[in-house]
């Protein structure tokens, strides 16, 4: 049996008692730790688990995947998720590839930035397609997530953007060397997110993310100290959003009168200095 | 305190580890009843947090919601929530309550259907907004949502339909001799729901939820005995999907192809006669 289990978002007690009873079961456990990550180490899970977890990294579950399905061939193996499970294309991938070789599949649901961002007053059902923002480079800057702001903004709806993160993302100047080593892991702040949206608003200019356009950036959604602010890009650029991970609402051209009731509860105007 | 609590999708073991200790902390428990139920009685919740458990249902909520403020003002209090805390607008509305009497609220998440429903395949990014249906009766057939399922279609995006619940419905005629006596609550099927799409397609004839439209029907997601199914429109209004709830998702114009493989492992085309 292959486990399909969602973490949720905060910590090792985000798992709800049915996950928790179905990796207890497993003699093997992997996290999938590319996609997004915890607010707490691997040593947590594990003792609560009270059992090893293997991380499982971008090329263990795109390229080697046999070896968790190699697994869940012959025993209970769970395969960890941050969030829920479906977030990343990759795992539909591996439910796949489970069902083709006959392996039992079964998926334990959790939260996902996807629905727990309504926390911060806007409605779930009013958001449009998510959008997906990567860390620009000098000759890699691909901005194809405008037309997608620009489709939602076209019909009223909220857009979610998710930040990239980079996670063991080997060093080319020392595998140029010969070395395999990896750069610190990074995650897009809010801040660096803005950044892109203004620079790309700047190039199209269709009015759907300037300095002016309302948004909400959300920082640890569900940890203790998570943190949100509403207010304009341009207010938005200048607040600390502090530790990882990050994410950000562009809000519809229309916000419902109780959407912004609860947004100003989170507003920028109201940070103490 | 009060502690916004969602219970996942399938029974009592789909809340959280942290939303247990939650409500374990809590003296007063209240279950929000009327925008989703869970697949057990609300005997076993009581069961799982050794303390009663108060049913709230809309009337109480919506009209006498100091009931809930006034315990959590004064003691931990719970309001339970089936999924996640803000799919339904009314908890926002809670949640602002609360914070103008300068309660103190904390939200603990949870799957919702939202999030849960790309366990069929579709990429959860690619979802465009939501849309609820209601039970036509002889005079009243609101179908605002077919514009709204254009609007997705326009740009290529699924429609989550989210199936009216009825529970506690007052009986008019009872009511009419000075009785309150409540009706048995009503879930819509996939198949109710299927007619209304077919009868406003008939209407306004755009193209998007006709006989030929591919969909994909749910029943309790997250539960044992969950059940899903892709098709045709006319092709699933014909199969049974058992016992509530129901959702049911329009695919986009377009489905990508790892979507359409593991859709297909739902295809109507494979159900056992």
């Not at 650029?237 to 519809?252: K, M, T, Y």
Request: aromatic share 8%.
């Amino acid at each position: 049996m292959l486990y399909f289990i969602g973490l949720g978002l905060g910590n090792e007690k985000d798992i709800t008692l049915r996950g928790l009873e179905a990796v207890k079961s497993c003699e093997k456990i992997f996290l999938e730790n590319y996609t997004s990550v915890l607010g707490v180490g691997t040593d947590k899970l594990e003792a609560l688990f009270e059992h090893p977890v293997i991380v499982a990294d971008r090329d263990l579950v795109e390229s080697n995947a046999e070896m968790i399905l190699d697994s869940a061939a012959v025993c209970n193996t769970a395969f960890l998720v941050v969030g829920d499970v479906f977030g990343a294309t990759t795992h539909s991938d591996l439910w796949i590839r489970a069902k083709e070789r006959n392996i039992e599949v079964q998926v334990i649901h959790n939260a996902s930035i996807m629905n727990a961002c309504s926390c911060c007053g806007l409605q779930l059902y009013r958001f449009g397609q998510t959008v997906s923002l990567c860390f620009f480079t000098e000759t890699w800057r691909p901005d194809s997530f405008y037309e997608r702001i620009v489709q939602n903004h076209s019909i009223d709806l909220h857009t979610l953007c998710l930040l990239d993160i980079k996670v063991k993302e080997p060093d080319f100047k020392e595998l140029m060397k010969g070395r395999t080593v990896y750069l610190p892991p990074r995650f897009m702040t809010c801040n660096q997110a803005i950044d892109e949206l203004l620079e790309v608003e700047e190039k199209y200019k269709k009015g759907v993310c300037g300095p002016d356009a309302l948004a909400v950036g959300l920082a640890r959604v569900g940890q203790p100290d998570q943190f949100i602010c509403f207010g304009t890009l341009k207010e938005l650029r200048e607040v600390d959003f502090g530790q990882p991970l990050h994410s950000l609402i562009l809000c519809a051209p229309h916000t419902h009168e109780m959407e912004l009731e609860m947004l100003n509860y989170f507003n920028v105007k109201n940070l103490k200095k």
